[in-house]
């Protein structure tokens, strides 16, 4: 049994194989290839457009993919939607797609479209929303490098943006936020019907969610006497409750907890001086609740 998987080409493609091995799915690419080696001889894995993928899926070349909420809105496309996973190029924020003009554009509102030409990617998506609006203006599909047609050959410009740098750079102005997307794992209905290609995929799911909720956290162990137990847990954040073990000297405790990694700088001096000792921080690939 084989489950055919699509994996996104292109900005996402970096991200989307770390995030793999992280989730302990170890692939290896050679240049120009199109087919990843994954060491799980129940992976077959193919890179394509994240455009693409949610229609392939749909249409069963493929049982399941990776791509934006946007291209299965933008689509159409009738899949399952297994699991959310918050990463994208460079952040772990949501990708967003805004309305933009040029900072000196007279233009202000989705109303002064009205008659005027934009240029996106997301035809149908744009269509909808200016729709919403009641606003009537020529949308014009973009092969790319939307963010430089205005204002020469766009009035604005439906874009996506994940930090905003390049609309920055290219002197552009949001006006409205179209559609906040994440990545989505997905499935063919039918694949998601089979009890074998439904358990792998659910397997997929868990292991990439676990990957994505331990970035940017870290183990911590530490020794403790009970003397200063109390004052060390009341410094803890922890996902639950913290570990704590006994050791061979009775009066002394060992403790582990999972915390933020941003909160270590400050922590680890705090509980320096609250009586913590041995204390060792550890990176982690996967956290499952």
């Known amino acids: 049994m084989k489950l055919k998987l699509a994996l996104p080409k292109g900005s996402l493609q970096e991200s989307t194989?770390?995030?793999m091995r992280r989730a302990g799915f170890h692939c290896s690419l050679s240049?120009?290839?199109y087919f990843p080696w994954v060491?799980?001889?129940?992976?077959?894995?193919?890179l394509i457009r994240a455009?693409?993928?949610a229609r392939y899926v749909e249409d069963g070349v493929f049982d399941a993919g990776l791509t934006g909420k946007d291209w299965?809105?933008?689509?159409?496309?009738?899949?399952?939607?297994?699991a959310d996973l918050v990463y994208a190029k460079q952040t772990r924020q949501p990708f967003r797609w805004v309305l933009a003009v040029p900072e000196n554009s007279p233009i202000q509102t989705v109303h002064d479209l009205e008659g005027k030409r934009i240029s996106t990617e997301i035809v149908n998506l744009t269509r909808a929303y200016l729709e919403k609006h009641g606003v009537r203006a020529d949308i014009e599909f973009s092969w790319g490098a939307t963010e430089a047609k205005a204002p020469d050959l766009a009035d604005a410009i439906v874009d996506g943006t994940e930090?905003?740098?390049?609309l920055r750079a290219n002197k552009l102005r949001v006006l409205d936020t179209i559609l906040e997307s994440t990545t989505k794992l997905?499935?063919?209905?039918?694949?998601?019907?089979?009890?074998?290609?439904r358990h792998k995929i659910e397997n997929?799911?868990?292991?990439?969610?676990?990957?994505?909720?331990?970035?940017?956290?870290?183990?911590?162990?530490?020794?403790?006497?009970?003397?200063?137990l109390d004052q060390v847990l009341g410094l803890l954040p922890a996902l639950k409750r913290p570990t704590i073990s006994g050791l061979a000297d009775e009066q002394w405790v060992a403790i582990e907890v999972i915390i933020d990694e941003s909160a270590v700088r400050e922590l680890i001096p705090a509980l320096k001086r609250a009586g913590a000792q041995g204390l060792v921080e550890y990176p982690l690939n996967k956290v499952i609740y």
């Not at 997929?204 to 200063?228: C, E, F, P, T, W």
């Open 31 to 33: 240049s120009r290839s």
């Open 163 to 166: 930090t905003g740098s390049s």
């Open 51 to 53: 455009q693409e993928i």
């Open 186 to 197: 997905i499935a063919n209905t039918s694949s998601w019907e089979d009890p074998w290609k």
């Open 39 to 46: 060491d799980d001889e129940e992976l077959d894995a193919m």
């Open 72 to 82: 299965i809105l933008e689509t159409g496309a009738v899949v399952v939607e297994v």
């Open 204 to 228: 997929v799911a868990m292991l990439l969610q676990g990957a994505i909720l331990a970035d940017g956290m870290v183990g911590l162990k530490m020794n403790v006497s009970r003397n200063d």
């Open 17 to 19: 194989m770390e995030l």
